[in-house]
C-alpha cells in the first residue's frame, strides 16, 4: 500500500475549482515532483494534505487513515511535515538552537526557561545537522548564513520530527543553480536513506528532470499527466501546456 493515498481531491473558492478532483499515490522512499503552471493547484493541494486549508470533498490517507478533517498539528504529528521558512525571530538563534526548539516542539514537553531547553537534545540537533551537511556551522547564528545553507538548516528542522512524508513547495526558489543542485541532491540522498517520501513543487523542469523519480502534472486543477520523466516530457497534454503545440 502507498503512504500517501489521495483519492478525488477537491478545493472551490467561491466559483473556481482549484483543485478539481485529483487522485494520485506517494510511496515510502520516493521523490515525487507536482508540476504545473501558475495557478495548476500546486500549494493548494499542499495545504490539503498538510490540514491548512480543508478539502470541499474527497480523501487523503497517510498509512490508511484520513487526514481531511484533522487540523494541522494532528496531521504534523502523524509524520506529515513541510518545511517551514525561518522566521526572523528565530534568525538570531545559532543554528544549532533552531534545531533544538523543532526538536522540543516535536517531543511535546514544556520548557518554561529556555535555560533548561538549551542543553536539551543538543546531541540530536547535532547529528540532523551532521545529515545536512551544516554541523560545522552548529554555533553560528542562523543570520549569518547563506541562503543556500539557511535550506539545508529548514530541512534539518523539517526532518526534528521524523516525518513519513515530507511536503517542499518550491524548495529551490531564489537559488542560483548550484545552490540549487546542491539542495536537490541532498533532498535525494534524504528520500533514499531515511526512506522519507518527499513531494515537491519546481519550476524549473531541468531540476525536475534531474532528481525526481516520478511526477504529476497539474493543470486548471486537474491532474494531466503522470508518469517518469520520458514519459512525461513526451506526454502531448505536457507539450500543450508547457510549449503551447
Ligand atoms: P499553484 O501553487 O499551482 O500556482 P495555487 O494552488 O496557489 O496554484 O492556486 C490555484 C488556484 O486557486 C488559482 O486560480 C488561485 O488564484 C486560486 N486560489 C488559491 N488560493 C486561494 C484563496 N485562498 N482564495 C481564493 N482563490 C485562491
Ligand atoms: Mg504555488
Redesign the pocket.
Known amino acids: 500500500m502507498s503512504l500517501l493515498q489521495i483519492r478525488g481531491l477537491q478545493k472551490s473558492?467561491?466559483g473556481?475549482k482549484?483543485?478539481d478532483g485529483i487522485d494520485f499515490d506517494v510511496a515510502a522512499g520516493e521523490l515525487l515532483a507536482l508540476i504545473?503552471?501558475?495557478?495548476?493547484?500546486?500549494?493548494?493541494?499542499f495545504n490539503m494534505v498538510n490540514g491548512q486549508l480543508r478539502a470541499s470533498g474527497g480523501s487523503v490517507k497517510l498509512d490508511g487513515r484520513e487526514l481531511v478533517g484533522l487540523k494541522p498539528r494532528e496531521i504534523w504529528k502523524m509524520g506529515v511535515g513541510r518545511t517551514f521558512q525561518i522566521a526572523e525571530t528565530f534568525a538570531s538563534l545559532t543554528v544549532v538552537e533552531n534545531v533544538q526548539m523543532a526538536l522540543i516542539s516535536s517531543h511535546g514537553k514544556l520548557y518554561s526557561l529556555w535555560s533548561r531547553a538549551a542543553s536539551a537534545y543538543r546531541n540530536e540537533a547535532l547529528e540532523l545537522l551532521d545529515q545536512v551537511g551544516m554541523k560545522a556551522d552548529a554555533d553560528r547564528p542562523c543570520s549569518a548564513l547563506a541562503y543556500g545553507d539557511v535550506k539545508r538548516v529548514e530541512l534539518a528542522i523539517a526532518l526534528a520530527n521524523d516525518p513519513k512524508l515530507l511536503l517542499m513547495d518550491e524548495p529551490t526558489a531564489g537559488m542560483a543553480p548550484k545552490e540549487r543542485n546542491d539542495l536537490m541532491a541532498l533532498t535525494k540522498r534524504l528520500v533514499v536513506e531515511r526512506k522519507l517520501a518527499v513531494l515537491f513543487?519546481e519550476h524549473s523542469m531541468d531540476v525536475v528532470f534531474a532528481y525526481a523519480d516520478r511526477m504529476i502534472v497539474?493543470a486548471r486543477?486537474r491532474l494531466i499527466a503522470a508518469g517518469s520523466g520520458e514519459e512525461i516530457r513526451n506526454h502531448p497534454k505536457v507539450q500543450e501546456v508547457y510549449f503551447g503545440t
Open positions: 473558492f467561491g473556481v482549484a483543485v504545473g503552471p501558475n495557478g495548476a493547484g500546486k500549494s493548494t493541494t513543487t497539474l486543477g
